[in-house]
């Protein structure tokens, strides 16, 4: 791999051990993958800030690496396993609050922007069309490459982390213009009339597609909300990196795939919806993986209007987007029900599971993945459907 | 009588110790306990054994990439491989090594390294 006299000079050791470090790592993932070169990032998403993912082998690893590290480019940061300001009214443990905010310091003095969301793009880490970044939020990824036109892998957190500490990542793969073009085409015959049947689809075409490029045909429009759902659920049924939307994602102008076709028909929607469910009346109500953007807040805010809730509520969102809520005056409408911000975290990576709760019901496709795969049982709802379950 | 085998570097070093072989892939981030060593993926072929001091061959590392924090955690609680060999290594075993500088090796034919035969790693090269 060609690098330059600087990326030598990083490699070296010339500013310090954490750098060298994270240069060691990008120089061997860019061997590894067969990159010619190194390229400059503008953005970076970190995963891995979770307590319960990081455990104490990651404090420790990123105290070393904030003894000299710092950041070199803007870099935001995934959700934590709490709130970090309203952990104790979430029921988290002493314990677990005090290594998960031990994280976060380590984060701080690396100087990462402790964002702590899932949707860096709602809350000001929005990147451009073309823009090489390095970020590795699945969900995220997927919304970057497809919706923003910015140029990304999937990174994991330790190399995401390097290319913070270094401004670098290796050019390979999502940053190549070839490896952009779509694999498989879907004919989305299916009458999509939500944000959680776009969730469902996206379920359902990240198992057909693996880690190819899907290229949706048939749908007449989508907006934010329909498109990070679906960005999520095709990442955590399948390792999709980048899709496109015919009229509505900016590079669908490649034209679709023309070796395979699919049709996503009403019935296959109707069958993952089910298949999404297990049985169980839900003691557990969360919404906002991904993270709720402010309509999403409105909404909620609305449909709570005069009700007060009966189960434990969680609305996760960033720390920012809460803040524009606030001043809009739906969070206040929203907490007047009894129901939770969960701001900086939600029900994936926070411990719930310890928190007692078995059936959780939410409108998130990847959400439901991932907390079956903790051992809890699961209810994929609509919106509205979920709030009704929150205030039955 | 001695076997070369030469592969590609993927972390720098030289280490001496007896093979642990592992056909499948393994997966560090609940599959290997940090402070043990011990293989706790319930069903895999190594299940029951540490990978402390040995040279741990696998084809190529799988899950979560907080694996390579836990290889780190392995490093530190003194339970690590003395060195890793892969057919392939990808990302999670990769920048494992790396931050934990555990001598990391790839493009090697696994197929010919026997558990508990001694194996030497130097840079690229492996004898057996």
Redesign the interface.
């Known amino acids: 791999m060609e690098l330059t006299s600087e990326e030598r000079g990083l490699l070296a050791g010339n500013e310090g051990r954490a750098a060298r470090?994270c240069m060691?790592?990008l120089v061997?993932?860019g061997?590894?993958y067969g990159a010619e070169s190194l390229v400059e990032v503008s953005s970076v998403q970190v995963?891995?800030v979770s307590y319960k993912?990081?455990?104490?082998?990651?404090i420790?690893?990123l105290s070393e690496l904030a003894e000299d590290g710092r950041a070199r480019v803007r870099s935001t940061l995934n959700p934590a396993g709490m709130s970090l300001t309203d952990w104790r009214a979430q029921g988290i443990p002493q314990g677990f609050a005090e290594k998960q905010l031990e994280v976060i310091d380590a984060y701080r003095r690396l100087g990462l922007e402790i964002s702590c969301t899932c949707t860096p793009y709602l809350a000001g880490n929005e990147p451009s069309f073309g823009q090489h970044i390095a970020w590795?939020e699945s969900s995220a990824v997927v919304y970057a490459n497809s919706v923003l036109g910015a140029k990304t892998n999937r990174e994991?957190?330790?190399?995401a982390l390097?290319s913070s500490l270094t401004g670098r990542t290796p050019l390979y793969g999502y940053h190549l213009d070839e490896n952009r073009l779509p694999t498989l085409t879907i004919n989305v015959e299916a009458d999509l009339k939500s944000p959680e049947d776009f969730s469902a689809m996206g379920y359902f075409v990240g198992k057909t597609v693996k880690d190819g490029v899907p290229y949706f045909r048939g749908i007449r429009s989508a907006g934010v909300e329909e498109l990070k759902t679906l960005s999520a659920a095709l990442a955590s049924s399948g390792g999709v990196t980048m899709f496109h939307m015919e009229g509505i994602t900016p590079e669908a102008g490649v034209g679709p795939a023309r070796s395979q076709a699919v049709s996503l028909t009403q019935a296959i929607l109707a069958e993952t919806t089910a298949a999404l469910s297990d049985v169980g009346a839900p003691d557990f109500v969360s919404v906002g993986c991904p993270h709720c953007s402010l309509t999403e807040l409105a909404t909620i805010a609305e449909l709570l209007r005069g009700r007060r809730v009966t189960r434990e509520f969680w609305v996760c969102c960033s720390g920012e987007v809460k803040r524009r809520s606030d001043e809009a005056g739906y969070s206040a409408a929203i907490e007047r029900s009894g129901a939770k911000f969960a701001t900086d975290t939600c029900m994936v990576v926070a411990p719930i599971e310890d928190l007692g709760h078995k059936v959780v019901a939410t409108n998130s496709a990847k959400a439901c993945h991932y907390l079956r795969n903790s051992g809890l049982r699961v209810r994929f709802l609509p919106l509205e459907e979920c709030v009704l379950e929150a205030t039955r | 009588m001695s076997v070369r085998l030469e592969g590609?570097v993927?972390?720098e070093g030289k280490a001496e110790g007896t093979a642990l072989v592992s056909s499948s892939p393994m997966s560090f981030?609940g599959g290997v306990d940090?402070n043990s060593g011990m293989v706790v993926e319930r069903g895999h072929e190594l299940q029951g054994q540490s990978v402390r001091g040995h040279v741990l061959v696998f084809p190529n590392g799988k899950g979560?990439?907080?694996g390579?924090?836990?290889m780190?955690?392995l490093k530190?609680s003194g339970s690590a491989p003395c060195a890793i060999i892969n057919e392939k290594?990808?990302?999670?075993v990769?920048?494992g090594a790396?931050?934990s500088e555990i001598p990391c090796v790839?493009k090697i034919d696994i197929r010919r390294i026997k558990t508990g035969s001694t194996v030497r790693v130097d840079g690229a090269t492996v004898e057996l």
């Open positions: 470090k060691q790592i061997a993932l061997e590894i995963s891995g993912n990081l455990g104490d082998a990651g420790e690893f590795s994991g957190g330790p190399s390097a | 590609r993927i972390f981030y940090p979560s990439t907080v390579s924090y836990i780190f955690r530190k290594c990808e990302t999670i990769a920048v790396i931050i790839d």
